[in-house]
């Protein structure tokens, strides 16, 4: 028994039906009435067999003529096959269930074992680096995935940390040898001093050459402050607009004697209505710095050009003097901290921070600084830096 029909007219009389229907599809008064008004309705009947219950789904459609109910159709299946079907998957699924549990938790055990291994080697390698061994790095993984990623950007750190412990220990080493030759000036004079007594002239010329030395290591403290605070971008307290030609004629003017001393001619040529945003303070002694290393070692009756222009949005200065130069091998290297061109330091001025000073204070700027030099002839410095507006 599989499909029953049955046929009624609209008087809910049963017209025609298949085999074996019996009572089973007899059209109940409210179907009959809703169907009546030409709607459909499913139905589920439940049908008692001896040692047996049935469950049919019944459908009831009215069947139109001339716009008018003429007979109503009635379709009933059981739901034996359908209980059934459902039957064996609600077994299947009670037997399949805690096995497809127990093997996705094993399956879940050693995918998050397989992925999380790069990250117990990172962490393994972490545990071994100190100050001591900057140089190692983490495993990167051959994934394509954040962990790979994670490896990547520690290395990256790792790199600016160890550069950075270098560049401090080398900074202390420079530091103590600089100061080391001072303080051991000052030690050896005041010992052959105190040896015995000496004539007033004698006790003023060891003062002097001590205070000579004690001034050199104040203005070693001082630069190395400076570019402390430039490192911790501290010395920009505040910024304002200045006109740069004025700035680099008002340096120019403060070095003149410096500059007559040698018989030197500064010419400064102005680009004329340059406006740059900065700290003047900063920028005064960035100019500084490179006039005045200009007019040191260029050669007595030579001459110094200072120049501004605009070029695109920056504003370029370029310092040239006919100097003695720097040699190709030196040139990479001027702008490191405590780092001196013997050749061109013949007396053993200066410390080395004053171009490093200058290359912090550019840089704090968001500008550039280059140089380019020929043994003989002079070298040109040019820094550029945003017009105001652009920083």
Do not use: C, W
């Amino acid at each position: 028994m599989n499909i029953l029909t049955q046929i009624f007219d609209t008087d809910g009389i049963v017209i025609a039906s298949s085999k074996g229907t019996r009572d089973l599809t007899a059209i109940s008064k409210k179907s009959f009435l809703t169907v009546l008004q030409g709607k459909e309705r499913f139905d589920a009947i439940d049908f008692d067999e001896p040692h047996n219950r049935l469950t049919f789904r019944v459908f009831t459609t009215p069947v139109f003529e001339n716009e008018k109910v003429a007979y109503i159709v009635q379709v009933a299946s059981p739901l034996t096959s359908i209980q059934a079907a459902l039957k064996d998957i609600k077994v299947t699924l009670s037997l399949l269930f805690p096995i497809t549990v127990l093997v996705m938790t094993l399956m879940g055990a050693f995918l998050v074992k397989a992925t999380l291994k790069p990250v117990d080697s990172i962490i393994t390698t972490i545990r071994q680096i100190t100050a001591e061994n900057m140089r190692m790095r983490l495993d990167v993984p051959e994934t394509k995935d954040e962990i790979r990623k994670l490896a990547e950007t520690f290395n990256d750190m790792l790199e600016r940390l160890e550069t950075a412990f270098a560049s401090q220990k080398r900074l202390f080493e420079d530091l103590s040898h600089e100061i080391k030759t001072p303080l051991t000036i000052l030690k050896g004079e005041l010992e052959v001093t105190l040896k015995k007594i000496r004539s007033r002239e004698e006790y003023e010329s060891t003062l002097k050459s001590s205070l000579e030395e004690i001034n050199k290591m104040a203005k070693l403290v001082e630069n190395i402050l400076t570019l402390a605070r430039l490192d911790l971008k501290k010395v920009m307290p505040e910024r304002r607009q200045i006109d740069l030609d004025l700035l680099a004629r008002g340096v120019m003017n403060s070095l003149k004697g410096l500059a007559e001393l040698k018989q030197i001619n500064m010419r400064f040529e102005a680009g004329g209505g340059i406006e740059i945003t900065g700290d003047e303070e900063g920028l005064k002694t960035l100019l500084i710095n490179i006039v005045d290393n200009a007019i040191k070692y260029s050669s007595h009756g030579s001459g110094i050009e200072v120049k501004s222009e605009k070029v695109g949005h920056l504003a370029i200065i370029t310092v040239r003097d006919s100097g003695i130069g720097i040699p190709p091998e030196d040139i990479r290297n001027i702008f490191d901290r405590f780092y001196r061109v013997d050749k061109a330091r013949p007396n053993g001025e200066g410390f080395g921070l004053g171009l490093s000073i200058a290359k912090s204070i550019v840089e704090s700027h968001d500008g550039s600084i280059s140089a380019e030099s020929e043994p003989g002839k002079g070298t040109t410095f040019r820094i550029s830096l945003p017009l105001s507006g652009r920083a």
